[in-house]
């Protein structure tokens, strides 16, 4: 079917003012518009029938979750998640954080839920849609290239268990510049990371990231880190902000 969704006005005004009328009325109408259901489609696998991603296409860390294993109320009151809050969950896969930060943020704010595993992104479109939280918004992308939405109108940029797997498949880098292209200047890069500690649970220690080697990882796209905490046994939070300039 054909869509006009990368340049729709409509599209880039309801972004630019997420908690208005006009960004409530463009979610309303994701939830069912045809174009942009094929849009979402075409941006995974054009040429793949729904829930038949290739393996090869599918992000390293499919299917897995670390959300059972973390204290997920203690990490948003840390971001400090509010009603207006606009928020990418960076690879989100089935979507458990983005589920439970709607309870937090509501129609005034806005989770964009990202992934290039589109199994998952479509279950998490089911799960909102069946509950009306018409404030996620599902997205098949790969975060390591361009994520459709305007640069400087995010609030909280947020990594589940995400950036060990990118710096192992090579895509941290086109991942991180992409998160500080979308952050406002005083919004929040939010990392969740195993502990570097021998596992199970979780990934082998060798690709774990220390808080020190992520502060080193992020430095150079401008990032400083404001605060570590545990969240959990086997995981702590990073919240970074953007560095002013010299």
């Given at each position: 079917m054909p869509h006009n969704c990368e340049k729709c006005a409509f599209r880039a005004r309801a972004e630019a003012r997420p908690g208005s009328f006009l960004a409530r009325l463009w979610r309303w109408h994701t939830r069912w518009c045809p174009g942009w259901k094929a849009y979402q489609k075409s941006l995974a696998a054009p040429n793949t029938p729904p829930l038949e991603l290739a393996r090869d296409s599918a992000?390293?860390?499919a299917g897995k979750s670390s959300y059972d294993m973390v204290d997920v109320a203690l990490a948003f009151d840390l971001i400090g998640l509010a009603p207006d809050t606009v928020m990418v969950d960076m690879g989100c896969g089935r979507g458990h954080y983005a589920l439970a930060?709607?309870?937090?943020?509501?129609?005034?704010?806005?989770i964009h839920a990202a992934d290039l595993?589109?199994?998952?992104?479509?279950?998490l479109d089911v799960t909102a849609s069946a509950r009306q939280l018409d404030q996620i918004d599902p997205l098949v992308v790969d975060i390591s290239k361009s994520i459709p939405l305007e640069s400087g109108t995010i609030d909280v940029c947020f990594?589940?268990?995400?950036?060990?797997?990118?710096?192992a498949d090579g895509t941290a880098e086109g991942a991180l510049s992409e998160a500080r292209r979308l952050l406002k200047p005083q919004g929040t890069l939010a990392v969740i990371e195993f502990k570097k500690t021998p596992g199970p649970p979780g990934p082998p220690e060798s690709i774990r990231l220390s808080e020190t080697e992520l502060d080193a990882?992020?430095?150079p796209f401008g990032f400083a880190r404001r605060r570590s905490s545990a969240v959990g046994e086997h995981h702590y939070l990073s919240l970074y902000g953007i560095q002013a300039a010299p």
């Open positions: 992000p390293i860390a930060a709607a309870e937090r943020i509501d129609a005034r704010g806005m595993w589109r199994e998952g992104v479509l279950a990594f589940a268990t995400v950036i060990h797997d990118l710096v990882l992020l430095s």
